[in-house]
């Protein structure tokens, strides 16, 4: 059986046992703990509620229903069917990350999960509610202000909550969250960017005839910087070169009379160059709109300008670094709680076996939603994940070397306005190591990527994904790129639209960048993508059975390692693939194309596939005139009336011509989110990757 399909019977069965683990574990007779805000933890934690005389009753915290579970093992084991530690609604602001590691485990038959109580709203808060708003007096400080926003603006001394650590702006530190929404440290402007009009760093440099300068020093239009003198801590986040490449700098001098603003190096690593965009941010004197905020970190002074009345939105700074950590622990579950208000990533899994985040929703975070790392079998399932500083989901494992899957999954999430911090290459859905798997997710309003992957053998299959790369262009909505070894990957039944880029400057819907092989895109719907499927020099990539609608082009194919990329084939390349066992089993028999591969002209674009797709509207293709004879281009049908059911251009007639050729019906109802978290949505076990599902 292909690693592939190993993987998904597991985590079918891995999902059905997360679906059905509270009924499970009462038919078995499973231990019931409860958890309320109302609660001690001197009672005995097995009464849903307290009891009439009010001298037994729930526990008060997480760690003592843990601690329980921990005795419970201790005295006995596990009892079949686990426990279940069920909280009751609430909000619950954290004082510490909830710790589990291995002596919290459940095992097979018995796992631990901690749930929401029936309907109940269930809260986990790794921030500090701001309940000392008050207006502002100071006269230096009014003095700074906006006159609109003076008589708006309110502070409070963050110092008198006991909150002493700020973290800076670069990294993000605390931020502030109102009516469930992350408020907006002030900046210029308020919305979008402005523009460099010139470099003036006196290091000018070239890179592949695109000039810029390698110092950090810029003119602007205009005089607006000039209320940013005298500000405490100023910075600016641009993407300075490149469209894909962002940093943020704090700046070291503005010159209002030469309109010139410096930065502070550590410069940016592709320099500067005209005519690229920048906003400026942290600055007081900028704080003139609803919903913006400014902290003075010396004095530990919040200063902000509610958008209704402060009691009605529950002013939040965030504080802890993290609400769950699970390490080494194995068959844990968190379900049906919303956890939020973190500066990083709300749960952190290493290590470990089947542990699972079920039914969430995670939030206004300054990191992910959920990371896991190494183990194996560990699943994001149904969760709705927004407002993050950085992606949503980053499940890295397996063993590359013995190409050993660690079959870590996300299926069935909602994930939509991320990377709300960490612009580029924060991923709605991180795929690392071998054999995971990305399936069911809807992903949309994002800077950048929807889906990165990293590895090798991953199923990237039934995700909706649209409006993505909003903020980058040259960017991918499914992306990895540079290394021959990286192979596997299938990407499958997807369906990817209005994915333009950056003020529709192009982007590309799966961006196989610099030279990766041997991916197999396969029976997906792009629908106004620029350069849809992008095949950047790569070889033993197939493209087949795929429906272009009005992409501009459908196709890309290049030879950039045979010119302008060539200098990486004897570096980057040729190291990667000497750190894998290529000629040896089971790379060898896994990868055969790889294994001659040096002695085979690695720098050509050999191997490509494109057979039996479908185009209409748009362009079909851009193949470099190098790479196409090297190409297999065969029985795609462009231009011609393929029979769509409907203008949605989603569904084919039983009579289109595009059968007759051998092309094979694309199940478009299946893609998205699905309802039945138990819903076959998997390949037969036993059936290869490489073909489509039933």
Not at 20 to 43: C, E, F, I, M, P
Not at 108 to 132: M, Q, S, W
Not at 339 to 353: D, F, N, P, Q, S
Request: proline content about 6%; glycine content about 12%.
């Amino acid at each position: 059986m292909h690693p592939l399909a190993t993987f998904a019977c597991l985590a079918a069965a891995a999902l059905l046992l997360a679906t059905t683990a509270g009924s499970t574990a009462q038919a078995r007779g499973a231990v019931h703990l409860y958890v309320a805000a109302s609660g001690r933890d001197s009672w005995s934690g097995k009464l849903a509620a307290p009891n009439a005389a009010h001298t037994d009753g729930p526990f008060a915290t997480l760690e003592r229903a843990r601690d329980e579970i921990r005795q419970l093992r201790q005295a006995g084991g596990l009892p079949q069917g686990g426990v279940t530690v069920w909280l009751r609604g609430g909000v619950y602001q954290r004082q510490r990350p909830l710790e589990l590691t291995a002596q919290d485990s459940g095992q097979p038959g018995a796992p631990i999960v901690y749930r929401a109580y029936r309907k109940e709203r269930v809260h986990l808060v790794g921030g500090k509610l701001v309940t000392n708003l008050r207006p502002v007096r100071k006269r230096a400080v009014l003095a700074r202000l906006d006159p609109a926003a003076r008589p708006q603006v309110l502070q409070a001394d963050l110092r008198a909550l006991g909150i002493k650590d700020f973290g800076d702006a670069k990294e993000g530190g605390l931020e502030l969250f109102f009516g469930d929404r992350r408020m907006t440290l002030a900046r210029w402007p308020n919305q979008g960017f402005v523009t460099i009009v010139d470099v003036v760093g006196g290091q000018p440099y070239d890179i592949r005839g695109t000039w810029g300068d390698r110092v950090g020093k810029f003119t602007y239009e205009g005089d607006r910087p000039r209320r940013w003198v005298g500000e405490q801590d100023p910075w600016v986040h641009g993407y300075w070169f490149w469209d894909w490449s962002d940093q943020r700098h704090q700046v070291a001098s503005i010159d209002p009379e030469k309109r010139v603003i410096s930065v502070k190096p550590p410069y940016h690593g592709y320099g500067y160059r005209k005519g690229q965009w920048y906003y400026a941010y942290n600055l007081l004197s900028e704080l003139d709109t609803p919903g913006e905020w400014y902290l003075d970190r010396e004095a530990g002074i919040l200063y902000f300008w509610p958008p209704a009345p402060p009691a009605e939105g529950r002013p939040l700074v965030s504080v802890l670094p993290t609400l769950v950590t699970m390490t080494d622990a194995s068959y844990l579950t968190l379900r049906g709680l919303v956890l939020e208000a973190t500066r990083g990533t709300a749960v952190t899994i290493r290590g470990g076996e089947h542990n699972q985040v079920v039914g969430c929703t995670l939030r206004n975070l300054g990191g992910y939603g959920v990371t896991a790392a190494g183990g194996s079998d560990h699943g994001v399932i149904g969760c709705d994940i927004y407002q993050t500083g950085n992606g949503g989901i980053s499940l890295e494992g397996g063993d590359r070397k013995t190409l050993t899957a660690a079959r870590h999954f996300a299926d069935n999430n909602h994930i939509h306005h991320y990377s709300e911090w960490n612009r580029m290459y924060h991923p709605a859905i991180a795929l690392s190591g071998v054999g995971n798997r990305a399936t069911h997710n809807l992903i949309h309003d994002a800077p950048h990527e929807a889906i990165g992957f990293w590895g090798n053998d991953h199923l990237i299959e039934f995700n909706h994904i649209h409006h993505v790369c909003m903020e980058s262009n040259d960017a991918g909505a499914i992306y990895c790129g540079r290394d021959w070894t990286m192979r596997g990957t299938v990407v499958r039944y997807n369906y990817l639209h209005d994915i333009t880029g950056f003020r529709e400057q192009g982007c590309v819907g799966v961006y196989l960048d610099d030279m990766l092989c041997g991916t197999l895109i396969w029976g997906n719907v792009f629908q106004r993508v620029t350069r849809a499927a992008f095949i950047g020099g790569g070889r033993d990539t197939v493209v087949e059975n795929n429906i272009f609608v009005d992409c501009q082009p459908a196709l890309h194919i290049d030879a950039r390692a045979l010119g302008w990329a060539g200098d990486t084939v004897d570096t980057t390349m040729k190291e990667r693939l000497a750190a894998m066992p290529y000629q040896q089993p089971p790379w060898s028999e896994r990868y055969p194309a790889l294994v001659g591969i040096l002695e085979d002209a690695p720098a050509a674009p050999k191997g490509n596939v494109v057979v039996r797709n479908i185009c209409v509207g748009g362009s079909w293709d851009e193949i470099e005139e190098i790479a196409r004879p090297l190409t297999r281009l065969e029985a795609n049908l462009v231009g011609e009336e393929a029979g769509f059911l409907d203008q949605a251009h989603l569904r084919l007639r039983d009579d289109s011509p595009a059968y007759r050729m051998g092309f094979q019906r694309i199940p478009v109802e299946r893609i998205g989110l699905h309802r039945d978290a138990r819903r076959a949505s998997w390949p037969v076990p036993g059936s290869s990757p490489w073909a489509p599902a039933p």
